[in-house]
């Protein structure tokens, strides 16, 4: 009896050795079968998680943030204990004794599915599983996933430490509102640093992970409240919080940013505007697209914002005050369904889903309104953020919209979406809204440091949000007269003076289109004249005259040198400005004139930074000599040594800018533009008035401005650049004026003055005194030769009608809003076509 009992016995014991040896044996196979070529979890050592890339203001303050996924990475020994607490309560709570995998979690799992017949599937994955998910494996619920993790868990707990797994883990997990890692959660759900969060908002975070979409702090606010104190619990339970802090914690009420009580993040940022987004699309193309939206890249604009709203300011005061002029109501193109205008939640959801432009901010923040009643002297309108006073919508008077010709009834609809906003008499005092809209009509404004080529204003068009196309430096205009100056600084570096004649007179050239026959803006002639007079008034006839003397091969060497082409054309019009380029090229290239005649790269960007803090881009690459010298005197500034390259001689520069003083102090700009600083610039108008420029600088910063239609086409009678570009170069400089300076321009050594008559370029004595006096700058040992003229080769016939000097056909005009032009008689053929520019 015994022996068969003792037999059964080592029967049963020998089938249970066989079947854990088999069982053994098949898991053994399972894990080598799913463990073969399985990913390097040992990449994960080197990973690098994509992160924001950051813009920062020269004050330091963000200005805007580029990502593909929204994450800031923080170091795990940066984030606070009570976070770290939280997550492993809720997703993983014996996370420091496992080894990758809980097997007890996992037979609670299995157990729990087969209880249910499947119906309730438990989550069994440690945080560190998680991680082999999320970076290595797919998301899908199949039993080969589950074991490729399980082996791929084990194998990273050998690699790395609890530290650094929970570090990747915290930086990576999603947590709904486009949030990946606690730190941009916290952000978006309650605008803290994870140092600030409380208890209660921490457990918040660490109720995300399991289903962010199923957690909605305001849709499924009763859903994370029990989730999120269900995380509270475990971490009561597993002794991170006290049961006073637990119970204290556990009242607390749903407070996020999603659900009101606390501003955004985002709202304390300005709207992204030209600059930035010209930041973006620059850094894109140098280091990849990928790099700048994941590399988490901090980057110091040079965007100074009080300047940057003086621009915008000035640039879309010009551009509304013209469209105004053409009496024309084009309205935002948006409309609301008039059947919700009768309930005012209706259509305030409709109006706050409208595509229109809500960065506008001239004289007042532009609103979105809708126009709910059209009466015979007034609108009613309902405005964006805007409560109604009592019962009544707002009114915007007939007399308010006078501007407009037309019918009213005709000219608006109800549901119209247009804009609007405050109207406030001189003390500041609310008077009543007013309706504006959009102009049709646009530009471009920049300005920047002549000797940085630091950009500390950018504004590429009236509104971004309503064109994110940038004029400043995506359009391809005509510079027209803007680049005469390039015609003379050729000149004057193959030896001409600012006193060299050149004969002011009707030109005629053959060309496969016929015959060109170049004018003047006043259409008139001026005989032999200085270089100086030339420019001042911006004769087109001595400029293509010049342009044949020199030859324009010379002057597009220059002007490709300069960098306001890459190719120019070698054609006798494009001295005039008819080949295209760019605002950001043209004032990039005027800031060489200003600071002597060395290169000046622009730039939008002092200083980028990756994600550890390391400089990987400087713009400034000067040398400082004396600053680690710790013995320099009191009161002496180190050494500061340029390596720029010069691209024209500096007397070159100097008698040019000179010159150009002299298009401010009484050419054609000298009705507009007025500083208290000495300022040079010059002028340009395209034919019929398709383009208009100014280009103007003082001895520190340089601005430049252009305005037309995108479409190109005629600006109409009395547009020019001094009448249009001018006033916006003379509201912006006037404040930058006062925060940047400016003094007399350098005169460079080698060199000496000699007064002439700026009409005749005859020389005067030194004790000359007069409206017509002028001195000039010449080279030490050049003897100027005085009553030479030059006329380019091109016959000079004597039956036209010379101009006596101080003469001028063309006159000023008041325009309809009472600003000042300057126009000439009827254009002929020749103003008109190609190379008519003025």
């Known amino acids: 009896m015994l022996r068969f009992i003792l037999s059964v016995f080592g029967a049963i014991f020998s089938f249970l050795t066989l079947g ?82 809980d097997a007890r979690g996992i037979a609670a799992a299995i157990v729990e599915a087969v209880r249910t017949r499947g119906e309730t599937l438990r989550g069994a994955s440690t945080i560190t599983q998680q991680v082999m998910k999320n970076f290595l494996l797919s998301g899908d619920r199949r039993i080969e996933r589950k074991i490729k993790e399980i082996i791929l868990a084990t194998r990273l707990e050998q690699t790395l430490t609890k530290e650094e797994i929970l570090e990747l883990y915290l930086n990576e997990i999603y947590l709904g509102q486009n949030s990946y890692g606690v730190t941009a959660a916290a952000q978006t759900f309650f605008n803290k640093t994870l ?111 009080e300047m940057q709203e003086v621009a915008a300011e000035a640039l879309r005061r010009k551009l509304e005050d013209y469209d105004r002029q053409q009496g024309e109501w084009r309205g935002t193109g948006e409309r609301i369904d008039p059947a919700l205008l009768d309930d005012e939640a209706a259509w305030r959801a409709a109006l706050s889903d409208a595509e229109v432009a809500r960065d506008i901010d001239l004289d007042g923040e532009w609103r979105p309104a809708v126009v709910l009643e059209i009466e015979a002297q007034r609108l009613l309108v309902g405005i964006e953020g805007v409560p109604f006073s009592g019962e009544a919508p707002i009114a915007i008077p007939r007399e308010d919209i006078d501007w407009l010709p037309g019918d009213f009834f005709e000219t608006f609809a109800r549901g119209d979406v247009v804009h609007v906003r405050r109207m406030r008499d001189e003390a500041g005092n609310f008077l009543r809204w007013t309706l504006r809209q959009v102009p049709e009509v646009e530009g471009g404004f920049m300005a920047m440091d002549v000797n940085t080529g630091r950009v500390i204003a950018m504004q590429g068009g009236f509104s971004y949000q309503h064109s994110v196309f940038n004029r400043a430096t995506q359009a391809q205009r005509q510079p027209g007269s803007s680049f005469k100056p390039f015609v003379y600084a050729a000149a004057l570096d193959s030896g001409y003076s600012p006193a060299t004649i050149v004969v002011d007179a009707p030109i005629e050239v053959e060309t496969p289109d016929g015959v060109w026959r170049p004018r003047n803006a006043s259409n008139r002639f001026y005989g032999p004249t200085p270089l100086r007079t030339g420019i001042e008034r911006s004769r087109n006839l001595m400029t293509v005259r010049l342009a044949q003397e020199v030859g324009m091969d010379t002057v597009a060497r220059y002007a490709e040198r300069f960098g306001v082409y890459e190719d120019m054309g070698r054609y006798l019009a494009n001295a005039l400005g008819s080949d295209e380029t760019t605002l950001y090229r043209m004032v990039a290239a005027y800031a060489m004139f200003a600071n002597g005649g060395e290169r ?47 691209v024209m001689d500096d007397i070159t520069a100097y008698q040019l800018t000179s010159m150009m003083q002299g298009v401010v102090e009484r050419g054609t700009a000298a009705r507009t533009v007025n500083l208290p600083v000495p300022t040079a610039g010059k002028t340009g108008t395209t034919n019929e008035a398709r383009d208009v420029w100014f280009v103007g600088f003082t001895s520190t910063l340089v601005a430049g401005c252009y305005i037309g239609y995108d479409q190109p086409r005629p600006l109409g009678r009395g547009a020019s650049g001094g009448a249009f570009c001018g006033p916006v170069f003379q509201e912006f400089m006037t404040e930058a004026v006062e925060k940047y300076g400016g003094e007399a321009f350098e005169v460079p050594e080698g060199g000496r003055f000699i007064k002439i008559d700026r009409y005749s370029g005859a020389r005067l004595p030194d004790d000359a005194t007069g409206e017509n006096v002028v001195a000039e700058y010449f080279r030490e040992g050049e003897e100027p030769i005085f009553g030479v003229a030059y006329d380019g080769g091109f016959a000079v016939g004597s039956d036209f009608d010379r101009i006596a000097p101080g003469e001028d056909s063309s006159r000023e005009v008041t325009t309809s809003t009472g600003d000042s032009g300057t126009v000439g008689p009827r254009a002929s053929f020749g103003s008109m076509s190609s190379g008519g520019l003025y």
């Open 20 to 101: 854990l040896v088999v069982a053994a044996l098949s898991i053994g196979g399972v894990f080598w079968v799913y463990g073969r070529d399985l990913p390097s979890h040992e990449s994960l050592a080197q990973y690098q998680p994509p992160t924001i890339s950051r813009i920062y203001s020269v004050e330091g303050a963000i200005v805007d943030e580029f990502a593909r996924e929204r994450r800031l990475f923080t170091p795990a020994e940066e984030i606070p204990e009570l976070v770290k607490h939280a997550f492993i309560s809720a997703e993983d709570k014996n996370f420091y004794q496992h080894s990758g995998y």
């Open 195 to 305: 140092g600030e969060l409380a208890p209660h908002e921490a457990a918040t975070l660490a109720a995300l992970p399991k289903a962010p979409s199923d957690y909605h702090p305001v849709r499924n606010a009763e859903r994370l409240m029990a989730r999120r104190n269900f995380v509270l619990e475990e971490m009561y339970e597993n002794g991170y919080l006290d049961r006073a802090a637990y119970d204290r914690e556990r009242e607390r009420p749903l407070r996020t940013v999603q659900g009101g009580a606390f501003e955004s993040f985002r709202a304390k940022l300005p709207p992204r505007d030209y600059p930035t987004d010209e930041i973006r699309r620059q850094l894109s193309r140098d280091f990849g697209e990928e790099q700048f939206f994941t590399g988490g890249l901090t980057v110091r604009a040079t965007i100074d914002p």
């Open 600 to 646: 000046v790269e622009p730039t939008l960007v002092d200083r980028i930074q990756d994600r550890y803090g390391r400089t990987i881009y400087r713009h400034d690459q000067r040398d400082c000599i004396d600053c680690d010298d710790a013995t320099l005197p009191q009161g002496q500034g180190p050494r500061i040594v340029s390596d720029r390259r010069r």
